[in-house]
């Protein structure tokens, strides 16, 4: 089994590692970082490792550490960075619960507020952007980073049929289990989007990019982040 499988932060890890034996650029710049948001099927965690594998072929001595994407592994580095139980990782999904029920839960002590946690995932996502040469993936991120540079912020979106089918092929799903999962899972990331960030997740004044990966392929899409990087990096 590797080291990925048994330890979701194992590239976390690596990834800190190599900002830690680097130490103190010399010329102190700003290294690039992306984030991606994406409707459910669109192919956002594939293409963010497709070109975290593209920018590295590139990498020099002189372009920093490893690119590494974030995430579901962000969960698990705010929990290691705020010190949070392991039984909190239920609370922290990329989505937001209706109103009543989150509030009743938190009056109740059953967990922290989701501000709360909401607060430190924020501050997560905005340090390992500061680090730069990372894929963060959902959360939020383009909003939370919308004043660090450089920067490429990418919105990934497909027709509802070719993200359904995707997402039926990859999970093994009916269709119309595909299509409910698609649903639940977007208007859960724009509720997040909304609540804690006050933006909408579909603005495509958030973005860099917008791509509809219905049209260009998920490699091709990769590649064309990559090139918007190298661009907004030089």
């Known amino acids: 089994m590797s080291d990925h499988l048994r330890d979701p932060l194992a590239g976390c ?3 800190l590692h190599a900002h830690h034996h680097l130490g103190v650029r010399k ?3 700003q290294l690039p970082f992306v984030t991606i948001s994406r409707e459910a099927g669109a192919g956002g965690v594939t293409i963010a490792e497709w070109t975290a594998q593209i920018l590295n072929q590139a990498l020099t001595e002189q372009s920093g550490p490893p690119w590494t994407v974030f995430d579901k592994n962000i969960v698990r580095k705010v929990m290691e960075d705020h010190q949070l139980p392991a039984s909190l990782e239920q609370f922290l999904p990329e989505d937001v619960a209706p109103g009543v029920t989150s509030a009743v839960e938190e009056m109740l002590g059953l967990h922290p507020s989701a501000w709360t946690l909401a607060e430190k995932t924020t501050a997560t996502i905005l340090r390992l952007a500061r680090l730069g040469n990372v894929i963060l993936v959902g959360r939020g991120s383009a909003c939370i ?3 660090l540079h450089p920067a490429v912020h990418v919105r990934l979106v497909a027709p509802f049929e070719v ?3 995707h997402l039926a092929e990859y999970h093994h799903l009916t269709l119309l289990e595909a299509e409910r999962y698609a649903a639940k899972a977007d208007q859960g990331r724009g509720r997040y ?3 804690f960030l006050g933006s909408a997740i579909d ?3 958030n973005y860099t990019l917008t791509i509809n990966t219905g ?6 899409t990769a590649h064309l982040i990559a090139e918007a990087v190298k661009r907004t990096a030089g």
């Not at 049209?215 to 091709?220: F, G, K, Q, V």
């Open 13 to 15: 890890r690596a990834y």
């Open 27 to 29: 010329d102190k710049k």
């Open 145 to 147: 980073t919308a004043n």
């Open 163 to 165: 993200r359904t089918a």
């Open 193 to 195: 989007v909304k609540r």
């Open 203 to 205: 603005d495509p004044l």
């Open 215 to 220: 049209r260009l392929n998920w490699e091709a």
